[in-house]
């Protein structure tokens, strides 16, 4: 039994190790990849009623194999027949004893086919097995690396398993091997003819595949096959490519690469052979994912995306979220959650936790988020579910019961409000958007957003109230239902949206001065200014507060100024820079010159596990000339949002080196912490303290007809404050 499976993967592409196999196996046909059930559709989509041949063709003596010491062409060579023969169908090339040639006979699908095999064995054996009764089918020995047949003579090339089997690795000689049988496929078949070829489109197969045919200008298509009811063989999906050979004419016409997926007919374009091979990749990880969630809940939490059939791209992000604590019940097995958009930033929707939550607190042993991407377009609540319905089925938890009605959550019911004011993209930041979003109450928020980090709100500011649009006409007061164009424009600068931003702010409280604050000449350095909020703030609610900016990215003040009402006085300057390079210079020009220094600055390398700051920011030497300009008895405000356990230690530990006191504040469901950071040891130390100097500082904020934000208490802001 053991002589069935090889000793290596190079044995796939040997004579003798196939010549012992079939020997072994005897008549038990071997199918590679599934029979006829399963290709059905694909084959008789790309074996055509007109491709046949007529009744009165037949086929042309069965060739034969170069002898040895005869001199064979050389594959790139055109060698054409002496006299003009008609041309066969189908040509099966490493057919083995498998059904399936026999199946496409007998089903009509197509009956002139020649199949060929390195085996002498299986080709005697399937001689006798059709015997006369498929007079129209033949059984040749024949290497498809040196095939003797004429040029053009097949309409077909049907290749089940066998290119897999030759590219097992990328090595140098077998890449030879695999052009010599790609270059001696197009030397048989006709100009508008197909190579089809049945895989499973392993990386290294596929590219190579896609690589070759769509450099000799043919037609590329990959199409998946549909998965039948019954238990697989695999768990990965069967693949046909199908490669139509059209006359190379370089630089006429672009390539030609789609990719056919399983549940819809239409394919999908793709620009370039990378694009295709990715394409196949995530149909891949939907395959085993799908094969994860039919076991029982796991508690791991799985996503993936389903894109839309024009263009591809993302139009539905899902979150597969199992609770396998939760006792079943008729009612309770599944659920489809719609985030309204805009809010899946939040922390009951973004994270895995509040995620989990979310499905606890719903009820359900399997719980699916659906987020809505900004650059789609949706037909409201049923329109999702109409789009949903048949591709969310395939994620059901095993023991669903038959004809169960899964039921369609959401907040309030509908799908939130979301309008892109601005798409552009920066050489430092990359693209971003200025979009405008319904909140969970009456409000309205205008966001940045990095689309390199998508699930991050980069900048938020609360809007007033609504106004038309340029061009739209007032609402009449009789209609009752809202218009999601008609939004808010003007910013409400006494709120900050950030919770983080509050808890800086709050931080002042640990100033000397506390009493005179609001009225104090403070001055200010703020690291990072995005849409300008916490700056603003400090400039509005601090009367004699001069407000210094570093932000190294022109382009975020042009946002903000444009987009988030920002403005620049004699107490609000920007600086374009660097921060690491603009602190450095101040450290070397004075020393003292800040009350407070706050950073609020993201890293643009995604691949560090602290996404605030950029790790030069923490470095002790850098921190050192932190330290240098501010005032002995001034605050160094910092938010972290570090993952990384480890490394969060190691910036923890280089601050309580350079600053005698350090306090640290959690910001609740982010990972944000706020770090206040002081250069003198005589700071407040009692909890109790620190709660009387912000009720202070709030009381003297809270000033007559000055708007304040009444859900801002300072005190919370410091409530959970513990020293380090």
């Not at 077998?174 to 006709?190: H, Y």
């Not at 791209?313 to 899902?318: C, S, V």
Request: proline share 7%; charged share 25%; with cysteine.
């Amino acid at each position: 039994m053991e002589l069935l499976l090889p000793r290596s993967p190079r044995e796939f592409g040997s004579a003798g190790y196939w010549a012992r196999f079939f020997r072994q196996r005897g008549e038990r046909p071997f199918e590679w990849y599934g029979a006829l059930p399963e290709l059905r559709a694909a084959l008789r989509r790309y074996l055509r009623p007109r491709d046949k041949v007529s009744e009165g063709r037949g086929l042309p003596p069965p060739p034969h194999p170069t002898p040895r010491g005869a001199r064979a062409s050389s594959p790139g060579r055109s060698r054409r027949p002496r006299c003009s023969r008609p041309a066969s169908q189908v040509l099966v090339v490493g057919c083995g004893n498998s059904e399936l040639s026999e199946q496409l006979y007998d089903a009509g699908l197509c009956e002139d086919i020649v199949n060929i095999d390195i085996s002498d064995a299986v080709v005697r054996q399937m001689r006798e097995r059709s015997g006369s009764g498929r007079p129209k089918m033949s059984y040749v020995r024949m290497d498809v690396l040196q095939m003797g047949f004429p040029d053009g003579l097949f309409q077909v090339v049907l290749d089940k398993g066998t290119l897999d089997a030759i590219l097992t690795d990328e090595e140098e000689a077998t890449l030879a091997k695999v052009d010599r049988m790609f270059a001696e496929i197009s030397r048989v078949l006709q100009v508008g003819g197909r190579y089809l070829c049945v895989s499973l489109a392993q990386d290294h197969v596929l590219k190579k595949a896609v690589e070759y045919f769509s450099q000799e200008g043919w037609v590329v298509r990959i199409h998946e096959v549909a998965s039948s009811g019954d238990k697989q063989q695999f768990v990965l999906p069967i693949f046909v490519y199908v490669m139509t050979k059209f006359k190379k004419v370089p630089g006429l016409a672009p390539q030609i690469l789609e990719i056919c997926p399983e549940e819809q007919d239409k394919p999908i374009r793709v620009e370039s052979a990378e694009q295709l091979v990715e394409a196949v990749k995530d149909r891949q990880h939907y395959a085993l994912l799908r094969s994860q969630l039919s076991k029982a809940c796991s508690g791991e939490q799985l996503s993936l995306d389903l894109c839309s059939r024009d263009g591809g791209k993302p139009r539905y992000t899902l979150h597969v979220v199992d609770s396998p604590s939760m006792k079943p019940s008729r009612d309770n097995h599944f659920a489809i959650f719609i985030i309204p958009q805009g809010r899946e930033t939040e922390w009951l929707f973004g994270t895995e936790e509040g995620r989990r939550q979310l499905a606890a607190s719903a009820g359900f042993k399997r719980l699916v988020t659906v987020t809505l991407h900004r650059e789609q377009h949706y037909e409201g609540m049923e329109g999702i579910q109409a789009e949903l319905s048949g591709k969310v089925m395939e994620l059901a938890p095993p023991g669903l019961p038959a004809r169960q009605q899964v039921p369609f959550l959401s907040v309030g019911g509908d799908i939130g409000v979301r309008t892109v004011q601005h798409r552009d993209t920066s050489p430092l930041s990359g693209e971003y958007v200025v979009e405008d979003v319904k909140g969970d109450d009456k409000y309205y928020f205008r966001r940045l957003v990095f689309l390199s980090n998508r699930n991050v709100v980069q900048s938020e500011a609360r809007l007033l109230a609504p106004v038309p649009l340029p061009g739209q006409k007032k609402r009449r007061k009789d209609r009752k239902k809202p218009n999601p164009t008609e939004l808010p424009s003007a910013i409400d600068k006494s709120y900050l949206c950030c919770e983080h931003h509050k808890a800086m702010v709050a931080g002042l409280c640990l100033l000397g001065s506390h009493d005179s604050l609001p009225g104090a000449p403070l001055m200010v350095l703020v690291v990072g200014l995005g849409g300008g909020s916490l700056p603003l703030f400090l400039h509005d609610y601090f009367s004699q507060a001069r407000v210094a900016v570093v932000e190294i990215d022109p382009s975020m003040l042009e946002v903000a100024t444009r987009w988030f009402g920002f403005s620049q006085d004699d107490r609000m300057q920007v600086h374009v820079s660097d921060g690491l390079d603009y602190i450095a210079k101040l450290a070397t020009e004075a020393s003292a010159q800040y009350d407070a220094v706050m950073f609020d600055v993201d890293s643009k390398d995604l691949t560090v596990g602290m996404s605030c700051p950029p790790p030069a920011f923490v470095e002790k030497p850098f921190l050192q000339k932190v330290k240098t300009i501010l005032k002995p008895e001034g605050v160094f405000v910092l938010n972290l949002v570090c993952r990384d356990t480890r490394l969060k230690e190691s910036v923890l530990a280089t601050l309580r080196e350079i600053f005698p006191l350090l306090y640290a504040r959690r910001i609740d469901g982010e990972v944000n912490e706020i770090l206040f950071c002081q250069p003198s040891p005589k700071g407040p130390r009692d909890p109790t303290e620190l709660l009387v100097r912000a009720q202070a500082l709030e009381g003297a904020l809270r000033q007559p007809g000055r708007p304040w934000d009444s859900s801002y208490v300072l005190a919370d802001m410091l409530q959970a404050v513990k020293i380090l």
